[in-house]
C-alpha cells in the first residue's frame, strides 16, 4: 500500500471523526484522573491539618465544622470524578450535593457577619438547589442517559461486521 493511500484511508470522515474523538477522550481521562490524584492529595493534606488542629488545645468546636464539612466537599468531589471515569456521565445530584455542602459550610462560617437580606439570597438559593435536586430525582422519573462510549461500541461494532461481510 502506498503512503498515498494510507494518508487517503487516514482521512476518510468517519475514521478522522473516530480517531479525533479517541484522542480527545483519552486527554479528557488524562485530565480526569489529574484532578482526581489532585483531590487525593488535598484530602490527605486536610486529613493532617484537622488532626493537627485537634491535638493542639486552643481551638473550639466551631473551628472544626467547616473543616470537617471541606474534607466532605473533597471526597464528594473526588466520588464525582470517579463516577465520571467509571460510568462516563456527570451524576447532578451529586454535583447539587456538594454544592449544597460547599453553600452550607460558608454559612456556617459567614454566619455572623451575614445580614438580613444575605439571609434572604442564601435562602433563595438553597431553594433552588433543593428544587433541582428533587425535581429531576422524583418528578421526572425516567432520565434518558446520555452515552456517547456506548454509541460508539455500536457504530464500531457494525463497522466491523460490514467490513467482514
Do not use: C, W
Not at 483519552?26 to 493534606?45: C, G, K, P, Q
Request: no cysteine; net charge positive.
Amino acid at each position: 500500500m502506498s503512503l498515498k493511500e494510507k494518508y487517503k484511508k487516514l482521512l476518510e470522515p468517519q475514521k478522522i471523526h473516530e480517531k479525533l474523538g479517541d484522542l480527545f477522550e483519552f486527554f479528557e481521562d488524562v485530565i480526569i484522573s489529574l484532578l482526581t490524584l489532585l483531590l487525593f492529595v488535598l484530602s490527605i493534606i486536610a486529613i493532617f491539618d484537622l488532626s493537627k488542629s485537634l491535638l493542639s488545645e486552643d481551638h473550639t468546636f466551631m473551628d472544626f465544622v467547616p473543616k470537617f464539612l471541606y474534607l466532605f466537599i473533597l471526597a464528594e468531589l473526588f466520588r464525582l470524578n470517579i463516577v465520571y471515569l467509571t460510568e462516563r456521565i456527570i451524576d447532578t445530584s451529586l454535583i447539587v450535593k456538594t454544592t449544597l455542602i460547599a453553600v452550607l459550610r460558608e454559612i456556617i462560617i459567614k454566619a455572623p457577619q451575614l445580614k438580613f437580606l444575605d439571609y434572604i439570597g442564601v435562602s433563595v438559593l438553597l431553594a433552588v438547589l433543593a428544587l433541582t435536586y428533587y425535581i429531576p430525582k422524583y418528578v421526572f422519573k425516567k432520565e434518558r442517559k446520555f452515552g456517547i462510549r456506548k454509541r460508539r461500541v455500536i457504530n464500531k461494532r457494525d463497522n466491523k461486521k460490514q467490513s467482514s461481510d
